[in-house]
């Protein structure tokens, strides 16, 4: 079994910034791709960054330039750096592990709120 700890959420206004972490534990041979997702209240889950076994990080078009995605390989934990926050990226932040035999794993998720 492996466990995923998200943290980093809360209430902050726009133009700041939080810093989410991922921390993965349990039975983890090798992890592949780390990915974060969000779901904002009444809409579907939506995929937000992901980063590779080898760093190469990919950004949705709407965070593209504003998130920044990193992992530490040592410490299986991903991290998500948020600048500029604006309320639409009020959401639960996921982070989704795959590992190298395929299976998925899904944290609990953390709240980010961005007030006006």
């Known amino acids: 079994q492996v466990q995923l700890e998200e943290s980093g959420g809360g209430l902050v206004q726009a133009g700041g910034s939080l810093r989410l972490s991922c921390a993965a534990s349990g039975s983890i041979s090798s992890i592949d791709a780390m990915n974060w997702f969000r779901q904002a209240p009444g809409n579907q889950r939506e995929w937000v960054s992901g980063?590779?076994?080898?760093?190469?990080?990919f950004y949705a078009d709407s965070v593209k330039g504003r998130f920044t995605i990193s992992r530490n390989n040592a410490r299986n934990t991903v991290y998500l750096q948020m600048n500029s926050l604006k309320p639409e990226d009020t959401a639960v932040y996921y982070c989704?592990?795959?590992?190298?035999?395929?299976?998925?794993?899904w944290g609990k998720g953390t709240l980010v709120t961005v007030s006006s």
């Open positions: 989704r592990v795959s590992l190298g035999s395929g299976i998925l794993y």
């Open positions: 980063i590779g076994s080898s760093g190469t990080p």
